[in-house]
Structures are given as structure tokens and as C-alpha cells.
């Protein structure tokens, strides 16, 4: 990750852009096709695939329920199969109960007791099997004796003698199979059955017969009849439905049909029975920002359409299940660039909305595949006990030849990455990431074998494994060694090292890292069908000041770094004028009979890489590297992370 040109090398280093220029211009037949992916295929609101074509997006997502195709630059919504009515039972429903149609629904609801069918782009139910008769025989009932109709209650009480049938809905007695002589024998009987409302109860209202203690129980709301021997409950018409208004109660009920009745009159309202939530007019999709909740809506097209209009903002079901949300947040990670502990804890110090450290503990040491360990287990463990996931990097010393001659030798490779995985499992790190640089062209197979067992290992292990590929370009990158397609296929992170756009060996004068030059970048890299959840943005906090005579011919250059250019610009006479060429601010000024230039890194152009990401929907941002920054700056990342 050193400050350096990443040059091509096909037979050795080839150290000059005359070469990059002619290889620009070979032919292009060989570049790989654009496997950008497009379509973005989710589970509710969990990512399950990418891919570049339509079809085999939708083909994938119809596979699983409750999914949807979104189109990844707009998050607009390209197919689904979210149901459009959902079963219950009571209050309770289940993932499975979720329907296309409404025949389909109905078929299941019919199977279970107390079942209704919501469609979910209207409010309260589209059909119910709530009981509305009881069968009894005097006094004894069963769950089972609850029908939907008159004809089912009549068709089961005249399997049993002396059985009556009670309407639920009226509470009132409308069928029986007891006989005139029978009931005046029952009315001659003794008293015991007794009429109460509440804990009153009048002389009057003591019945021999049960009908008749029913039909005087009928005259007032809320009442019961008790036998007196046995002192149970035989019948009530209770008001056992409750409606409210949000959490405000507002009237109750006994018949289910007038309590609906009355609910439908109120917005944001339910009904109770036996304090379960049964029936509400709610909106089906729920739209929150954070916590709080700001929209409700009956269809999802509505409900998405106000969503994108808010940051941090969910769609929820009732059942507070996320349908969609753009709660994601980049990941930001930081190089160290060195192993001391302190210094690494001084750097980490100066951050705010770090993710992800990645301090340089290991090193090719030789070809045979020893590994240089400079890692400090205290350090590791002060990192991840302040909330940071820990990378270590690991090099190759940015030496081709020595690299080339470890590529060749199988067996230093397995020796290597058995002791650098081992020794990261014994740090307790979950991941490395691996910076190579200055590879032989003629390495490209040997080098993306090497990655692939590296992986294999790691991923055994536990391990994640992230790796650092240069800029380059699709005209040329099948001729260097980093075949990037396949590379970013086998890792889970690929970090676009997106600077050093004019570098130290540059025969003229520019920017690092010009924006559209790293907008660029991450077009590329998708279109080689990377994934965006595995693509990390690289961006410079430094630039490369240029020496220029008075003929304005090139005489040098040299690194600055971020922190240290608000005191260079203070301390000179300095100009600033805007480069739409790069998007950044050219700063010039004269001293010596020389005019030095560089083009401005600071907040601004930070942040500006920060949308980038953010436009491509990728994984996050790595800046090469702490400790080139400045404290002011992580304030704005953390707030447009």
C-alpha cells in the first residue's frame, strides 16, 4: 500500500508511460465483458443476490418467498411476489400463512378456529370464520360446538336431547329441541338459576328454567346467569369486545359485528377479545424513520415511494417485519501503514467512525515462505476491546522477483499460508488483507492460484479475506498480474487502491486521485462483475506536489501529506483555482523562480469520495493512510458514512 505507480509488468518492470500509452492501445478484443450487476435480489430486507441480467434475477427471486428485484441505482422496485393476503388466527399468524389470492387464503383459514383473512392493501378482514352460534345441551358446551351458521349449530344440536342454541352475536336463545311439556316441567322446578349485572341482582331474576333466566338476562347489558348450586357461569352476554383508538379506549361491545361496525367509524383502531388484538384498520406497511413512526400505507409502491424521501427510514409489516430500508451505512476502513503499538493507537485515537484497522504485521520474508511477524497480540486486543475490526496487512516487501520465485514454489506457499492464517487465528483477528504489489505479468495464473488457496485455508479457518488490486483499466488489466475478475470471485473484499493517478514516476503534472478518474474505478470494477458488497473505495489523504521550471518543464515531485498542507497554504502565497478536468482544486504558488502545483485534498474531496461509494451502493472506503489526516476531518465522515 506504499505510495508508488502501479506499473504493468509483462517480462519485467516496465517503468515508463510511453509503454502504459502503447499498451492503451492494443487491441481491446480480449477486455471482459461488463458484468456490472443491475439487479439486486432481496428476502424481505436481506441482500440474497446480485446479477447483470433481468431475467435470471427475477428466475432467482422467484425461488423464495417474500422477495423482490430492485433495480441497485434507483432502488426501484422491478418485481415481487410480497402476498396480498395474509391468514390469522386470533391475533397470531404465521410466515406460511401468506397468499397470492384470496381463494387461497380462505382454503387455510378454513382449517383452524377463530381464522380471518386480511388483505393487506385494504384494512379489518375480507372474511372470518368467528363462531356466531353455540350449541348446548342445558347447560354443558364444547369448543366444538361453535358454528358459523344457523343450519351447522341446528344440523350438530339435533344429535343430542335437550340441546338449545344460544346466537353469539345477539346472545339471544333461537333454537332448541326441548319440548312444551318439558320446558313448563323445568319452570316448576326450583329457583336456581340467578340473573346478575355485575355483582347486582334483583329479587325477581331467580328462574327454575335456564330459557327463561337467558331471556331476563337479555334485558340487561353486561349480565349473567349463575346457578346457584354449582355456582358456575351458564350464560352471559358480557361485553367482551373492546374497540380503541390507538391506545385509547373508546367503547365495548358483545356482538363482533357492531363492534366492527364501530371501529370502521375511527381511524387507527382495533378491537379486543380477551386481550388479544384481533381486528384493526391499521395500514398494512408502516414506514419509520428510526424508531419513530412517520407514514402509513395500504400498498408497498406507496409506502416505497415515501420511504426513499428519508434517510435511516424502514418499511415494516404489522408484525414489525423490515420489508425495505436504507439503514446501510458505509464501512470505513483505515491503513496503518506501520506495526508500533503506540503509534497505531495514536492514529486510531485521531479517528472518529472507524470500522475497520488494518495495521501492517506481516511480511514475505523470503521465497522459501517464511513469514515476517511483527503483530502485537496487546494491540489486537486494545483495538477490538474500542469496537474495531481488526485486518491485518500482509506484503509481499514489493519485490517481483522475490515474488515470482515464491509463486513458483508450492510448497512455500502452503508454508506461508499456514503460518500467517494460524498465527491470525492465535491473534483472534477475523480477517486479513493482503497487498501484493509489483507482480510479473507473467505471474497472473500462479499469483490468482496462490489467492485461491490462501482463501480456501482461511475460510477453514474462520477467516475473511480481503486483497488490494490497483486501478488499472479494462484496456489493459488482462496483460498485468491481477486478474481482477477472478480475484474478486475467490476474496470477500476487494479494495480499489483508487490513487496515484499521476505518480511519482508521471512525466507531467496532476491530480492523485481526479474524481471521475475514481468514479471510474468503481465502474470498472463492477464491470467485472465484482459484487458491491465485497467493492471498498481506496482514497488518498495525500498529495503529490509538482516542480515546475520557468518553461513549465517538469523537475520533480514530492509527496504531502493532508494534515500537513492547511500550514503549507498558510505560509505561501498560494492560488487556488477550480480543474474540471479532476474536480479539484489546483493550487499553485511561486518561490525559488519555481511554481510548484498539486491539486487539493481535504473534506470536501473526501466527501466527495464518500457519495461515490455511496452512488454505487458499495461496500465502504479505505483511506491510505492514518496518521496523513487531520482530527477535523472524521467528524464529516462519521456524519456521511
Given at each position: 500500500?506504499?505510495?508508488?505507480?502501479?506499473?504493468?509488468?509483462?517480462?519485467?518492470?516496465?517503468?515508463?508511460?510511453?509503454?502504459?500509452?502503447?499498451?492503451?492501445?492494443?487491441d481491446?478484443?480480449?477486455?471482459?465483458?461488463?458484468?456490472?450487476?443491475?439487479?439486486?435480489?432481496?428476502?424481505?430486507?436481506?441482500?440474497?443476490?446480485?446479477?447483470?441480467?433481468?431475467?435470471?434475477?427475477?428466475?432467482?427471486?422467484?425461488?423464495?418467498?417474500?422477495?423482490?428485484?430492485?433495480?441497485?441505482?434507483t432502488?426501484?422496485?422491478?418485481?415481487?411476489?410480497f402476498?396480498r393476503?395474509?391468514?390469522?388466527?386470533?391475533?397470531?399468524?404465521?410466515?406460511?400463512?401468506?397468499?397470492?389470492?384470496?381463494?387461497?387464503?380462505?382454503?387455510?383459514?378454513?382449517?383452524?378456529?377463530?381464522?380471518?383473512?386480511?388483505?393487506?392493501?385494504?384494512?379489518g378482514?375480507?372474511?372470518?370464520?368467528?363462531?356466531?352460534?353455540?350449541?348446548?345441551?342445558?347447560?354443558?358446551?364444547?369448543?366444538?360446538?361453535?358454528?358459523?351458521t344457523?343450519?351447522e349449530?341446528?344440523?350438530?344440536?339435533?344429535k343430542?336431547?335437550?340441546?338449545?342454541i344460544?346466537?353469539?352475536?345477539?346472545?339471544?336463545?333461537?333454537?332448541?329441541?326441548?319440548?312444551?311439556?318439558?320446558?313448563?316441567a323445568?319452570?316448576?322446578?326450583?329457583?336456581?338459576?340467578?340473573?346478575?349485572?355485575?355483582t347486582?341482582?334483583?329479587?325477581?331474576?331467580?328462574?327454575a328454567?335456564l330459557?327463561?333466566?337467558?331471556?331476563?338476562?337479555?334485558?340487561?347489558?353486561?349480565?349473567t346467569?349463575?346457578?346457584?348450586?354449582?355456582?358456575?357461569?351458564?350464560?352471559?352476554?358480557?361485553?367482551?369486545?373492546?374497540v380503541?383508538q390507538?391506545?385509547?379506549?373508546?367503547?365495548d361491545?358483545?356482538?363482533?359485528?357492531?363492534?366492527?361496525?364501530?371501529?370502521?367509524?375511527?381511524?387507527?383502531?382495533?378491537?379486543?377479545?380477551?386481550?388479544?388484538?384481533?381486528?384493526?384498520?391499521?395500514?398494512?406497511?408502516?414506514?419509520?424513520?428510526?424508531?419513530?413512526?412517520?407514514?402509513e400505507?395500504?400498498?408497498?409502491?406507496?409506502?416505497?415511494?415515501y420511504?426513499?424521501?428519508?434517510?435511516?427510514?424502514?418499511?415494516?409489516?404489522?408484525?414489525?417485519?423490515?420489508?425495505?430500508?436504507?439503514?446501510?451505512?458505509?464501512?470505513?476502513?483505515?491503513w496503518?501503514?506501520?506495526?508500533?503499538?503506540?503509534?497505531?493507537?495514536?492514529?486510531?485515537n485521531?479517528?472518529?467512525?472507524?470500522?475497520?484497522d488494518?495495521?501492517?504485521?506481516?511480511?514475505?520474508?523470503?521465497?522459501?515462505?517464511?513469514?515476517?511477524?511483527?503483530?502485537n497480540?496487546?494491540?489486537?486486543?486494545?483495538?477490538q476491546?474500542?469496537?474495531?475490526?481488526v485486518?491485518?496487512?500482509?506484503?509481499?516487501?514489493?519485490?517481483?522477483t522475490?515474488?515470482?520465485?515464491?509463486l513458483?514454489?508450492?510448497?512455500?506457499?502452503n508454508?506461508?499460508?499456514?503460518?500467517?492464517?494460524?498465527?491470525?487465528?492465535?491473534?483472534?483477528v477475523?480477517?486479513?488483507?493482503?497487498?501484493?504489489?509489483?507482480?510479473?505479468?507473467?505471474?497472473?495464473?500462479?499469483?490468482?492460484?496462490?489467492?485461491?488457496k490462501?482463501?480456501?485455508?482461511?475460510?477453514?479457518?474462520?477467516?475473511?479475506?480481503?486483497?488490494d488490486?490497483?486501478?488499472?483499466?479494462?484496456?489493459?488489466?488482462?496483460?498485468?498480474?491481477?486478474?481482477?475478475?477472478k480475484?474478486?470471485g475467490?476474496?470477500?473484499?476487494?479494495?480499489?487502491?483508487?490513487?496515484?493517478?499521476?505518480?511519482?514516476?508521471?512525466?507531467?503534472?496532476?491530480?492523485?486521485?481526479?474524481?471521475?478518474?475514481?468514479?471510474?474505478?468503481?465502474?470498472?470494477?463492477?464491470?467485472?462483475?465484482?459484487?458491491?458488497?465485497?467493492?471498498?473505495?481506496?482514497?488518498?489523504?495525500?498529495?503529490?506536489?509538482?516542480?515546475?521550471?520557468a518553461?513549465g518543464?517538469?523537475?520533480?515531485?514530492?509527496?504531502?501529506l493532508?494534515?500537513?498542507?492547511?500550514?503549507?497554504?498558510?505560509?505561501?502565497?498560494?492560488?487556488?483555482?477550480?480543474?474540471?478536468?479532476?474536480?479539484?482544486y489546483?493550487?499553485?504558488?511561486?518561490?525559488?523562480?519555481?511554481?510548484?502545483?498539486?491539486w487539493?485534498?481535504?473534506?470536501?474531496t473526501?466527501?466527495k469520495?464518500?457519495?461515490?461509494?455511496?452512488?454505487?451502493?458499495?461496500?465502504?472506503?479505505?483511506?491510505?493512510?492514518?496518521?496523513?489526516?487531520?482530527?477535523?476531518?472524521w467528524?464529516?465522515?462519521?456524519?456521511?458514512?
Amino acid at each position: 500500500m506504499r505510495i508508488g505507480k502501479w506499473l504493468l509488468v509483462t517480462g519485467g518492470l516496465i517503468a515508463s508511460l510511453t509503454v502504459l500509452q502503447t499498451l492503451h492501445a492494443a487491441d481491446t478484443a480480449s477486455a471482459a465483458s461488463d458484468k456490472t450487476t443491475k439487479y439486486r435480489v432481496y428476502q424481505y430486507n436481506q441482500v440474497l443476490m446480485e446479477f447483470a441480467d433481468y431475467k435470471q434475477a427475477e428466475a432467482y427471486a422467484k425461488g423464495f418467498t417474500n422477495s423482490h428485484v430492485e433495480e441497485i441505482g434507483t432502488r426501484k422496485w422491478l418485481w415481487n411476489n410480497f402476498p396480498r393476503y395474509q391468514v390469522y388466527q386470533k391475533d397470531t399468524t404465521l410466515p406460511e400463512w401468506q397468499f397470492a389470492t384470496l381463494d387461497a387464503a380462505i382454503a387455510e383459514a378454513k382449517k383452524w378456529s377463530y381464522a380471518s383473512v386480511r388483505d393487506l392493501q385494504a384494512t379489518g378482514w375480507v372474511w372470518n370464520n368467528y363462531p356466531r352460534y353455540q350449541v348446548y345441551q342445558n347447560e354443558i358446551t364444547l369448543d366444538s360446538w361453535k358454528f358459523l351458521t344457523l343450519d351447522e349449530a341446528i344440523a350438530e344440536a339435533k344429535k343430542w336431547g335437550g340441546a338449545h342454541i344460544i346466537d353469539l352475536d345477539s346472545r339471544a336463545w333461537v333454537w332448541d329441541n326441548i319440548s312444551g311439556e318439558e320446558k313448563k316441567a323445568l319452570q316448576s322446578g326450583d329457583p336456581v338459576y340467578k340473573v346478575y349485572q355485575g355483582t347486582f341482582s334483583a329479587d325477581n331474576w331467580a328462574f327454575a328454567s335456564l330459557q327463561d333466566a337467558v331471556n331476563e338476562a337479555l334485558k340487561w347489558g353486561n349480565s349473567t346467569v349463575i346457578n346457584t348450586n354449582t355456582k358456575a357461569t351458564v350464560y352471559s352476554n358480557l361485553k367482551t369486545y373492546k374497540v380503541f383508538q390507538n391506545d385509547t379506549f373508546l367503547q365495548d361491545f358483545t356482538s363482533l359485528d357492531e363492534a366492527t361496525a364501530y371501529a370502521k367509524l375511527w381511524g387507527h383502531a382495533s378491537i379486543f377479545m380477551d386481550g388479544r388484538k384481533i381486528w384493526n384498520n391499521y395500514a398494512s406497511y408502516q414506514v419509520y424513520q428510526s424508531s419513530s413512526l412517520i407514514g402509513e400505507f395500504k400498498n408497498l409502491p406507496e409506502a416505497l415511494n415515501y420511504s426513499v424521501l428519508y434517510s435511516n427510514s424502514s418499511i415494516q409489516t404489522l408484525e414489525r417485519r423490515v420489508v425495505w430500508d436504507n439503514f446501510k451505512k458505509l464501512q470505513v476502513w483505515g491503513w496503518n501503514g506501520q506495526s508500533g503499538g503506540e503509534t497505531i493507537k495514536t492514529q486510531v485515537n485521531n479517528t472518529i467512525g472507524l470500522d475497520v484497522d488494518s495495521p501492517t504485521y506481516f511480511e514475505l520474508a523470503d521465497a522459501a515462505g517464511n513469514l515476517k511477524d511483527m503483530s502485537n497480540p496487546d494491540t489486537v486486543k486494545w483495538l477490538q476491546s474500542n469496537g474495531y475490526t481488526v485486518y491485518p496487512l500482509v506484503s509481499n516487501q514489493f519485490n517481483a522477483t522475490l515474488t515470482t520465485q515464491f509463486l513458483a514454489d508450492s510448497a512455500a506457499q502452503n508454508k506461508f499460508i499456514q503460518a500467517l492464517v494460524d498465527r491470525s487465528v492465535q491473534l483472534g483477528v477475523p480477517g486479513i488483507n493482503v497487498d501484493f504489489e509489483s507482480l510479473a505479468g507473467s505471474d497472473r495464473n500462479a499469483f490468482t492460484g496462490f489467492i485461491a488457496k490462501l482463501t480456501a485455508y482461511a475460510h477453514e479457518r474462520g477467516l475473511v479475506i480481503s486483497i488490494d488490486l490497483p486501478r488499472g483499466s479494462v484496456k489493459w488489466n488482462h496483460l498485468s498480474a491481477f486478474d481482477h475478475e477472478k480475484l474478486g470471485g475467490i476474496v470477500d473484499y476487494v479494495v480499489i487502491m483508487a490513487y496515484d493517478q499521476y505518480y511519482r514516476g508521471s512525466t507531467s503534472a496532476g491530480s492523485v486521485a481526479g474524481l471521475p478518474w475514481a468514479d471510474g474505478g468503481i465502474q470498472e470494477f463492477l464491470s467485472y462483475g465484482i459484487p458491491r458488497d465485497k467493492i471498498v473505495l481506496g482514497i488518498p489523504y495525500y498529495v503529490r506536489e509538482w516542480k515546475l521550471d520557468a518553461a513549465g518543464t517538469l523537475q520533480g515531485n514530492r509527496t504531502l501529506l493532508m494534515k500537513d498542507i492547511p500550514g503549507l497554504l498558510a505560509s505561501k502565497s498560494a492560488t487556488q483555482t477550480w480543474d474540471p478536468t479532476f474536480e479539484q482544486y489546483r493550487v499553485e504558488y511561486l518561490e525559488g523562480g519555481y511554481t510548484y502545483v498539486f491539486w487539493l485534498e481535504d473534506a470536501s474531496t473526501v466527501k466527495k469520495r464518500l457519495e461515490l461509494a455511496k452512488k454505487y451502493d458499495i461496500a465502504g472506503v479505505a483511506a491510505w493512510r492514518l496518521g496523513y489526516d487531520q482530527a477535523e476531518l472524521w467528524p464529516m465522515i462519521l456524519q456521511n458514512k
